[in-house]
């Protein structure tokens, strides 16, 4: 078991994608924890006279007593004053989070629908076709009209696209389920009475760990693209919400001028999209049997 473990260190650390991937993320989760304090000017402060300034330029914040504060819009200012650079920090937040939650209750969701199926042969049929009929459903349409239904929201926009990925993870699952109960060892527990419980647990579903794992990687990055594409068509995060998705549409009809507004956000969004992907590209490697003997 040592001898496993540090074996699966050693491809690790010779993986460049899983690690500098890793690392992006990484940095991105911390600074979306500590955006208060690396945020220099409230991402909901509202200062007209000095909108849409150029990154790097100084801003002067007037106080309610009548005092001046001047601070460096790193990333220049929106359309109505607003601290560019701030509102990226505070957005990191948002993608994250939905992004992790998508990823979490997907995998939940798909893991119990995949396993039903695929074990339970009597109930395959239905579950499948009922997972057949959400899949064929365009992803983006459905999460706007329950968007336009239920209304614009964190929660709703999570709810929306856990939907539409929920059947991803369940032919996944279901697949690797009916792989693994056709092998030697299932049959064996079959064959002396192992209870169905006890079968699930711990000859079942660990196989469905490592492509559950790698799965949920690329569905926390379609999460993130899907969300900033919803807010930037103004039926997704609440507009008082810093979001990425938000930032560039607020800063869409001054992009020829005004390139930044939509230049920080956008380059946020890739960062952190490449990173997950990269990182799902490196897990894959390392689950995968055949393709972890090549490292």
Not at 22 to 27: E, R
Not at 87 to 92: D, H, K
Not at 157 to 178: E, F, G, N, Q
Not at 264 to 271: E, H, K, S
Request: hydrophobic share 55%; charged share 15%.
């Amino acid at each position: 078991m040592i001898a496993g473990a540090n074996a699966a260190r050693r491809r690790f650390a010779r993986n460049a994608s899983t690690l500098l991937g890793g690392a992006v993320l990484l940095v991105v989760v911390v600074v979306s924890l500590l955006a208060p304090w690396l945020g220099t000017i409230d991402p909901a402060r509202i200062e007209p006279s000095m909108r849409n300034r150029k990154p790097g330029t100084e801003v002067v914040l007037r106080g309610d007593d009548g005092t001046r504060t001047r601070r460096t819009a790193t990333f220049g200012t929106d359309p109505v004053g607003r601290d560019i650079y701030s509102r990226v920090l505070y957005g990191a937040r948002v993608s994250l989070l939905v992004g992790a939650a998508v990823a979490l209750l997907s995998a939940i969701g798909g893991l119990a629908v995949g396993v039903a199926a695929g074990y339970f042969r009597g109930i395959d049929l239905v579950l499948m076709r009922l997972m057949d009929g959400l899949m064929a459903i365009p992803g983006i349409m459905f999460a706007i009209g329950l968007v336009a239904v239920m209304g614009p929201g964190i929660a709703t926009v999570i709810a929306a696209i856990t939907i539409t990925d929920v059947p991803r993870v369940a032919r996944l699952v279901r697949s690797v389920v009916l792989s693994a109960r056709e092998a030697a060892y299932v049959e064996a527990a079959v064959s002396v009475g192992t209870p169905t419980l006890r079968l699930l647990r711990r000859h079942i579903l660990p196989t469905t760990v490592a492509p559950l794992l790698v799965q949920a990687t690329f569905i926390c990055a379609s999460a993130m693209l899907v969300e900033a594409t919803l807010s930037f068509l103004g039926i997704g995060i609440d507009p008082e919400v810093p979001s990425w998705g938000n930032i560039m549409a607020e800063g869409r009809p001054q992009f020829l001028v005004q390139p930044h507004n939509i230049a920080f956000p956008a380059a946020a969004l890739a960062t952190t999209v490449l990173a997950v992907n990269m990182l799902g590209d490196g897990l894959r490697d390392l689950l995968d049997p055949r393709l972890a003997r090549r490292l």
